[in-house]
Structures are given as C-alpha cells and as structure tokens.
C-alpha cells in the first residue's frame, strides 16, 4: 500500500511560481509511475505530469515548457515546479501513483491517490 499526501499549494498571481510536494509512505522503485493530476470545478481530472521509474518525464501539452516534474528518491518525495502561472491552472493538484513501469494519462489506471492541494491562481 502506497499513501501519498501533498503540499504546496496556495494563491498567486498570474506569472507567479509555486511548488508542489507529494511526500509518499514508502519507496516506489523503479516498477511504479507517478504523476500530477488536477480538476477544476465542473471539469474531468486532467493528466499534469507523469515520472517514471527511469526518470522518463511526459507533459500535458498546456503545461510543456512551464512545469517540472521530478522526484527525490532519497527523502520519497515527488515535486511539481510550476512557473508561470495562468488563472486556467487553477485547479486542485492531485499526486497519484501506479503499480506499473509504464504512464498513462488517465486517471482510472492510478491506483494511489492523494487527498489534494488547492492551487488558486487571479489575473
């Protein structure tokens, strides 16, 4: 059993960074696939970032070039960079795991799940 809890997540203005933290309860070697998610109120849940057990890294095309997604395998803590931000990615951010070396972009093939992080961003 994998737990993910994240932090991070706040109110900014647009261009303005924030960075996510997922702290995860065990090691997830190189078998497993995590990821940020995100859903905005009256939308479906989004695919942000993936990371693979290679360090291997996939992107939303919305975000490419403005997030960063990496992992901290020594402290089991995943991060999502985000810089220049835009009021559309006001969201809540979930972490979210996979039993699996491959990504996938939707959700239903995470079995982890974290509880969220609000991210609030004003024009």
């Known amino acids: 059993q994998v737990q993910l809890a994240e932090s991070g997540g706040g109110s900014v203005q647009a261009g303005g960074a924030l960075r996510l933290s997922c702290a995860v309860s065990?090691?997830?070697?190189?078998?497993?696939?995590m990821g940020w998610f995100r859903q905005a109120p009256g939308k479906e849940r989004e695919r942000v970032a993936n990371?693979?057990?290679?360090?291997?890294?996939s992107y939303a095309e919305s975000v490419q070039g403005r997030f960063t997604i990496s992992k901290e395998n020594a402290k089991n803590i995943l991060y999502l960079q985000m810089n220049s931000l835009k009021p559309e990615d006001t969201a809540m951010y979930y972490c979210?795991?996979?039993?699996?070396?491959?990504?996938?972009?939707?959700?239903?093939?995470?079995?982890?799940w974290g509880q969220g992080t609000q991210v609030t961003v004003s024009s």
């Open positions: 065990r090691y997830t070697d190189s078998t497993y696939c």
């Open positions: 990371i693979n057990g290679d360090g291997r890294t």
């Open positions: 979210a795991a996979r039993d699996g070396v491959a990504c996938y972009s939707l959700s239903q093939y995470y079995r982890y």
